[in-house]
């Protein structure tokens, strides 16, 4: 289906990769399989009854695919996090995942600092982070306000409400205010779609401010699809009717994909590298090599005004750009204005000998 949004993406290739994380059960990897439109994870096979209260741990998978939209080629990598919340004791998986993102982060400040790059080097840099909050109808869980705070300086969160179709839309609505109001309260700085009301345009204000009004996002997968008027529709069926994936007014996954995997991918990469990079990448190079002192996490009051330096680098691009073009421009100018005097001369000369020869002629 066609991404809808304003900043699309004008290169012919962009590589992007999200990682997903919730428990079992909260929808992830149908949600993936949906979004790619393929079966790009597998679910979880039923466990034995004599092994099924083993605790088997976090596992951290990511997988491959090419995507197309509107023309443009999206080199997608998902992250999968199998084994998420299925333990009493979660720490060890908050720290897996931690170490995954800044695995990232130390691979591409190694190949930065080599004299001689690899040409075939991989940024695999996580974008963004996907998280599924279970549809519980009450709030936040010490787990979930956990997992965000932790990762948050080093990812751009993205709450998520799973299989929302099992909430009525008055539950749906409480909970997602409650959620907000969760994550407000414990100044988590998730990814809340920033905008500039001095620099960015009316357009852009609304669209982030429609986004941001819809977080978390309530979505619905699925792999099934059955024809209503004709035409395919990804639906999940039950006795009382059908909740269709891509409708706005059953699910929030059409805006969610449009905005990760279209309007907003360019954002998301542009933060990632500005500002979480960079600042890993300021507290790694100033960290001593004999200190034990632990990863500083960014203030929110920083993330709040990530959106404003990363503009005003844009701008500053922008502006470079135009004087370039203006430069340019003017050169040619210049180029076509001697080219034009030095064609008026030739002419002048040209009618001047036309006229001395016919002055000889009268006589």
Not at 5 to 34: E, L
Not at 59 to 67: G, M, R
Not at 257 to 263: E, F, K, N, Y
Not at 266 to 276: A, P
């Amino acid at each position: 289906m066609p991404i809808s949004g304003r900043r699309r993406n004008k290169v012919k290739g962009v590589q992007f990769t999200i990682m997903v994380v919730g428990a079992s059960g909260t929808g992830r990897t149908t949600f993936v399989n949906t979004l790619c439109e393929s079966d790009v994870l597998q679910h979880k096979e039923p466990e034995p009854a004599e092994t099924a209260h083993f605790e088997s741990g976090i596992k951290i998978k990511p997988a491959n695919v090419e995507l197309e939209e509107d023309g443009i080629r999206i080199a997608l990598t998902v992250v999968d996090t199998p084994g998420f919340g299925d333990n009493i004791d979660n720490e060890h998986a908050f720290q897996e995942i931690v170490n995954y993102l800044e695995r990232q982060y130390d691979d591409i400040l190694a190949e930065q600092s080599r004299i001689k790059r690899n040409p075939r080097f991989r940024d695999n840099r996580v974008h963004a982070l996907l998280y599924f909050i279970p549809p519980t109808g009450h709030a936040l869980r010490e787990m979930d306000i956990e997992l965000m705070r932790r990762l948050s300086p080093r990812v751009n969160v993205i709450p998520v409400i799973g299989k929302a179709d099992s909430l009525t839309p008055r539950e749906l609505k409480a909970f997602k205010k409650r959620i907000m109001e969760d994550i407000n309260h414990y100044e988590i700085p998730i990814y809340n779609f920033p905008y500039d009301v001095e620099e960015d345009d009316e357009e852009t204000i609304a669209d982030n401010m429609e986004l941001r009004a819809l977080l978390p996002f309530a979505v619905v997968g699925s792999e099934e699809e059955i024809e209503i008027d004709g035409e395919p529709v990804r639906v999940r069926t039950y006795p009382w009717g059908v909740v269709e994936v891509d409708n706005p007014h059953h699910s929030d996954f059409v805006r969610l994909r449009g905005a990760i995997l279209g309007s907003h991918l360019n954002d998301l990469k542009s933060l990632t590298e500005d500002i979480l990079y960079e600042t890993y990448r300021t507290e790694k190079l100033s960290r001593s090599p004999e200190s034990n002192i632990r990863d500083s996490q960014i203030l929110p009051s920083e993330l709040a005004t990530q959106s404003v330096r990363i503009k005003e680098e844009q701008l500053r691009r922008e502006e470079e750009k135009l004087r370039d073009i203006e430069m340019r421009v003017q050169r040619e100018i210049n180029e076509k204005r001697q080219e034009l005097m030095a064609k008026e001369a030739a002419l002048r000369n040209l009618e001047s000998r036309i006229t001395s020869q016919a002055g000889g002629n009268s006589f």
